[in-house]
């Protein structure tokens, strides 16, 4: 099955920096990648997806890359803010086009902090 | 509002009494799953649901059960709790697979 590994674990930067997180998945099949934000005691909330026919996606400050040859995807969090403190994480699955596996396949998280 | 609705919140039980955490969605999705969360180990499945009457294992679903009879409903059951089994429980759902999945605000679970 599907194996999705995240890192780092944790990750501290200043406000205004830039933060990247990093995830690799094992099962080429797996063509799309959400990232989920969950706020301290909080649901997981989608914050942006990408699927495997573009390699870049972008919303504000927020971006996700992907390299499928390499099988791994990246968030990338800009002018970070006190606000973007949280976890979050990656996740990997076979979207509805193709066959297979129907698991929704989640990282192990980043605890990000953003210090003023 | 479009939601996902756990119940309960809060559970406190025994090591063997049976017991159910309903999961309820009102946007018509066809996907729902089940999600447990532990510290360092992220959002692990146990189970999911492709529409009414089908479900299929996650990753982690002994000592667990599930059922969908209607669209909307998926209730996770614990017929004889044990304490490995204290951790926090999402229920999701989503459109379809490879779709956003909205998640219920969480069940904490302690098994003693």
């Known amino acids: 099955g599907e194996n999705v590994e995240q890192h780092p674990s944790t990750l501290s930067v200043q406000e205004g920096d830039s933060a990247v997180i990093k995830c690799t998945y094992s099962d080429s099949a797996s063509n799309y990648f959400p990232w989920y934000k969950q706020e301290l005691g909080k649901r997981p909330q989608l914050i942006i997806d990408?699927?495997?026919?573009?390699g870049e996606k972008k919303d504000q400050r927020i971006a996700v890359t992907l390299n499928k040859t390499a099988k791994h995807f990246s968030l990338h969090i800009t002018e970070t803010q006190p606000e973007d403190s949280a976890v979050y994480f990656c996740a990997a699955s076979i979207g509805a086009i193709t066959g297979g596996g129907n698991k929704l396949t989640f990282g192990t998280g980043t605890q990000l902090k953003v210090e003023l | 509002e479009a939601q996902v609705t756990q119940n309960p919140r809060y559970l406190i039980t025994v090591t063997g009494k049976k017991l159910t955490v309903t999961c309820s969605q009102n946007m018509n999705h066809e996907y729902m799953s089940w999600y447990r969360q532990d510290p360092g180990l992220g959002l692990r499945q146990i189970y999911y649901s492709m529409n009414v009457e089908v479900t299929d294992k996650g990753d982690v679903p002994e000592g667990y059960k599930v059922s969908r009879k209607e669209k909307r409903n998926f209730p996770l059951i614990l017929e004889s709790p044990s304490p490995n089994q204290t951790s926090l429980y999402f229920c999701?759902?989503?459109?379809?697979?490879?779709?956003?999945?909205?998640f219920g605000q969480g069940t904490r679970l302690t098994v003693v």
């Open positions: 990408i699927r495997s026919n573009v």
């Open positions: 999701a759902s989503s459109f379809f697979r490879g779709t956003e999945a909205f």
